[in-house]
């Protein structure tokens, strides 16, 4: 019986080169972490766990990700609903600068929104202004959130609501239905 033949050449290559790359960024650093952990001792590593600085960190941590996951819902839907259902000058621009994240460099973006936060910056300058640190703040995190996770709302959302048909709004709103029933209940 002859042995079967690839789909696609090179594949075992090219996994083997995925693997060595994954586990050269990924696997080993983690293992690293790992084997430096276990070498602590059990009371050494909780002492390190309750540090009030590690709780710090996960107090910024994830009250920023959370933080920003709410704004990007809201305003990530409301932005997708305006660029699905409505046409106005301007569509295409917003709808290409929604993709910005996606084409800055993590760096780039960084160093931009740095400099439009600080306290001399386009922005920075206002917030300052009113006595809000923006630049390397717990509020300059949560934007740069923002920013980044922005897009996956959005361009998540579009498709489904491009898909949704139209005619069971109309349906709910002639039987009565408010515009915030509709579309909370079939939207």
């Not at 920013?147 to 998540?156: E, M, Q």
């Amino acid at each position: 019986m002859a042995a079967a033949r690839q789909v696609i050449p090179g594949f075992h290559f090219t996994l083997g080169i995925t693997f060595f790359y994954l586990s050269l960024i990924l696997l080993l650093p983690l293992a690293a972490f790992l084997l430096y952990a276990s070498g602590m001792g059990l009371t050494k590593f909780l002492a390190v766990v309750v540090d009030p600085r590690v709780f710090h960190a996960y107090a910024v941590s994830f009250g920023t990700s959370f933080a920003a996951a709410l704004v990007n819902a809201a305003f990530g839907l409301l932005l997708a609903w305006v660029l699905v259902r409505y046409d106005f000058p301007g569509k295409r621009l917003l709808d290409g600068l929604l993709d910005l994240p996606f084409a800055l460099p993590t760096a780039v973006a960084g160093i931009a929104l740095t400099t439009l936060y600080a306290e001399n910056g386009w922005l920075g300058q206002f917030f300052y202004g009113l006595g809000i640190p923006s630049a390397f703040s717990v509020f300059g995190i949560t934007i740069a959130l923002i920013f980044v996770g922005l897009p996956f709302v959005a361009r998540s959302v579009q498709p489904v609501l491009r898909d949704l048909d139209p005619s069971l709004e109309e349906a709910a709103m002639l039987f009565g239905a408010s515009p915030w029933l509709t579309f909370r209940r079939v939207s």
